[in-house]
């Protein structure tokens, strides 16, 4: 049953029937955006998952070399050649737009282009255990950047996803079947209301012929 709040005019007709053009336009392309946000979220969830686990071994091997450098030297000893380090890491943060989605994008700047500038200590009282650990983190600093901006692409992405499928679901559930059965209901009322002003004629018609019959016979 249409609003009743709805006008039966041609006006609000020529209106809702612009509106429906428009909201199955709008539905057409926020369907193509769902659907194209869902091939490129699963592509990057697919490229997180192997990134997280490269990540993840990375971490651990990282993890196991400190161990061995920390069996190797005291403690006070690795913690004054890790006191002061050499390099310096600064992170640079931009956007790039997917389909309407600004996603970061992170790229890191060393201080010094010398790899050797990552140990911070000199070799003769340190072990080479403690090089091989340092060296496992620098290892995976890169990927480990990548995976922070994947997995934050992919939140916001899915996030756009669900704005975008409840805007569809309102469309195709809500606007365009109402917006559809008010102009059915316009159009009923108009067609009714130009039948009854045919009957009205044809009646008028029909008594100005019998007042001309009457006066004639006169």
């Known amino acids: 049953m249409a609003s009743k709040t709805i006008i039966p005019t041609r006006m609000e007709l020529t209106k809702l029937k612009r509106k429906l053009v428009t909201a199955v336009r709008g539905h057409k392309l926020l369907k193509d955006k769902r659907d194209e946000l869902m091939r490129q979220f699963l592509d990057l969830a697919k490229e997180n998952m192997e990134l997280r686990l490269k990540v993840e071994k990375g971490i651990s091997i990282a993890n196991r070399n400190f161990v061995i450098?920390?069996?190797?030297?005291?403690?006070?000893?690795?913690?004054?050649?890790?006191?002061?380090?050499?390099?310096?890491i600064s992170l640079d943060v931009s956007t790039r737009n997917v389909m309407?989605?600004?996603?970061?994008?992170?790229?890191?700047?060393?201080?010094?282009?010398?790899?050797?500038?990552?140990?911070?200590?000199?070799?003769?009282?340190?072990?080479?255990?403690?090089?091989?650990?340092?060296?496992?983190?620098?290892?995976?600093?890169?990927?480990?950047?990548?995976?922070?901006?994947?997995?934050?692409?992919?939140?916001?992405?899915?996030?756009?996803?669900?704005?975008?499928r409840r805007r569809v679901n309102a469309l195709e559930h809500v606007i365009i079947p109402e917006t559809k059965k008010n102009i059915?209901?316009?159009?009923?009322?108009?067609?009714?209301?130009?039948?009854?002003?045919?009957?009205r004629l044809m009646k008028v018609k029909d008594m100005m012929l019998e007042e001309a019959h009457q006066y004639s016979q006169k």
């Open 69 to 88: 450098a920390r069996a190797a030297m005291n403690r006070p000893e690795m913690k004054v050649a890790l006191m002061m380090p050499k390099q310096e």
């Open 100 to 164: 309407s989605v600004n996603i970061p994008k992170f790229e890191a700047r060393t201080r010094s282009k010398d790899q050797n500038d990552i140990y911070s200590y000199g070799y003769a009282f340190t072990s080479s255990d403690l090089d091989d650990a340092i060296w496992s983190l620098e290892d995976i600093l890169e990927d480990m950047l990548k995976l922070a901006e994947i997995e934050k692409s992919c939140q916001l992405m899915a996030s756009e996803i669900e704005k975008t």
């Open 184 to 199: 059915k209901y316009i159009s009923m009322k108009l067609d009714e209301n130009e039948r009854s002003s045919q009957v």
